[in-house]
């Protein structure tokens, strides 16, 4: 039989001896944690050790020079994030391992921005919050929620460490909620609190669901439809009302319209063929604020395919002048066809001329055109456009040609300073007037 150990007693206290030494080096570097200011000037001492005893350190198993210690002491100027790290002293030549630190450079917390809003009313409401900037090391925070001189529990949120919910103990009540956050780290310690009524904090979430679709053979109209935001609990006690705004993509301006019930409205004044942006908002019928816009949806209005003449219709060239001459289109008449298009100046120019039908007499078919409304309307603009073009290069022109002469003028005054000395400037005025008596007084 082979006997594992000879001494029992001996391999019981090795064993114990290499278990006191793992768990001391184990709580030692568990225990040595050092936090610093970001900015400040940081001293690490190699543990117990004499200040005149020749030390090595390491910062993160990279050895340090000499210029950064003051006898056996460690110390970093100005310390930045690039410092945190593992320190490490060893003694003398024989590296034996004296002592080990890890340093966390940081800030002290600033006020924290703490916040409330119930978006399931009535249900409750929920409290998050959040640090105006990194303190770049642990933070632990700590919410206090008070009622009526009685404290409710804040439930943490499971996913969200910054998050918590407070379910309603009583509904209307006219006791305001007093909701206090601190936040502390190693550094330092802050906190803020906020009082509100329990009307004041609801704000749903936004509409769900939005979508806007063109409405067959209307060429300014978009029929738009939303849901109810999943997180309202009761939409039949507690109804919401909309804001429903939309713009064509090409203008900033917005057009908005408050709907008092229902979860669809028809834009009527849509421009023809041009997409639209659409957005939706929610809103109790009679407390709290506006929710945030609903994520924006894209339609454009209905716009009718272009008809392709015929051959009778391409034939028909040669009756096309009498057709104009029958329905007499001028400037005048035309602006009595349609004055939508006239009132901004838009003449038979703009318009084209006629459209000949294959199956009937010809017809203003421009004057119901939308696509060719807004034909009409960039005419008209391109006109102006390059009118302006014009009245600016004129203008360039005219600058171009000053500053040209002013050149030339502070050319000729150089060349007089530089070749006319100050007493024969008499002289050369002379010369410029020899017509001109002059008479001097002795």
Same mark, same amino acid.
């Given at each position: ?33 050092? !936090? /610093? ?44 994030? +690039? ?8 003694? $003398? *030549? ?23 809003? *119930?978006?399931?009313?009535?249900? $409750? ?30 439930? %943490? ?37 906020? *009082?509100?009524?329990?009307? &004041?904090?609801? %704000?749903?979430?936004?509409?769900? @669901? ?71 908002? /929610?809103?109790?019928?009679?407390? $709290?604020?506006?929710?945030?816009? =609903?994520? /924006? ?41 349609? #004055? ?17 039908? /294959?199956?009937?007499? #010809? ?6 055109? #939308? ?5 009409? !309307?960039? $005419? ?6 390059? =009118? +302006?073009?014009?009245?600016? @290069?004129?203008?360039?022109? &005219? ?8 050149? %030339? ?22 010369? &410029? ?5 002059? =008479?001097? *007084?002795?």
């Amino acid at each position: 039989m082979t006997m594992a150990c000879p001494v029992p007693a001996a391999c019981y206290v090795v064993l114990a001896a290499v278990v006191v030494v793992y768990a001391q080096r184990h709580s030692q570097q568990e225990s040595h944690i050092r !936090y /610093a200011q970001l900015g400040t000037d940081v001293t690490i001492s190699c543990g117990s050790i004499d200040q005149d005893a020749t030390v090595t350190w390491a910062a993160n198993s990279t050895d340090l020079d000499a210029s950064h210690l003051n006898g056996s002491r460690l110390v970093l100027r100005n310390v930045d994030l +690039s410092h945190s790290g593992q320190y490490s002293c060893y003694e $003398g *030549s024989s590296w034996h391992l004296k002592y080990q630190v890890i340093l966390k450079v940081g800030t002290p917390p600033k006020e924290p921005i703490l916040m409330c809003r *119930s978006n399931n009313y009535p249900s $409750g409401f929920y409290c998050s919050w959040h640090l105006p900037s990194p303190t770049y090391i642990p933070d632990i925070f700590n919410i206090t929620v008070m009622h009526d001189s009685k404290e409710i529990v804040c439930e %943490k949120d499971v996913s969200l460490k910054n998050k918590c919910y407070i379910r309603y103990l009583h509904l209307f009540s006219s006791k305001k909620y007093r909701v206090t956050l601190t936040v502390t780290n190693a550094l330092g310690i802050s906190s803020t609190s906020i *009082s509100f009524d329990e009307f &004041a904090i609801v %704000k749903p979430d936004p509409p769900e @669901n939005v979508v806007a679709k063109p409405i067959p053979n209307n060429a300014r109209r978009l029929l738009v439809t939303w849901q109810y935001p999943s997180s309202w609990p009761d939409p039949e006690s507690f109804p919401l009302k909309f804001f429903l705004r939309y713009r064509p993509l090409i203008i900033d301006q917005w057009q908005h319209v408050e709907l008092s019930d229902g979860t669809t409205h028809i834009i009527t004044d849509a421009y023809a063929g041009k997409e639209y942006i659409i957005q939706v908002a /929610a809103k109790d019928n009679e407390i $709290g604020t506006w929710s945030d816009w =609903s994520v /924006a949806v894209h339609a454009t209005p209905w716009t009718e395919e272009p008809k392709h003449l015929t051959t009778e219709a391409q034939g028909a060239g040669g009756r096309l002048e009498d057709a104009k001459s029958d329905v007499s289109v001028g400037p005048a008449d035309s602006q009595t066809e349609s #004055p939508a298009l006239f009132a901004v100046g838009v003449t038979e120019s703009h318009l084209g001329g006629l459209r000949v039908s /294959a199956t009937g007499p #010809p017809a203003l078919a421009h004057h119901c055109s #939308p696509r060719n409304h807004i034909l009409a !309307y960039i $005419g008209i603009y391109q006109d102006r456009v390059e =009118s +302006s073009l014009r009245d600016i @290069n004129a203008q360039l022109r &005219a600058v171009e040609k000053a500053v040209t002469e002013i050149h %030339k003028r502070l050319n000729r005054l150089e060349a007089l300073n530089a070749n006319t000395p100050p007493e024969n400037e008499d002289a050369r005025e002379l010369e &410029a007037y020899p017509n001109t008596h002059h =008479s001097f *007084s002795s």
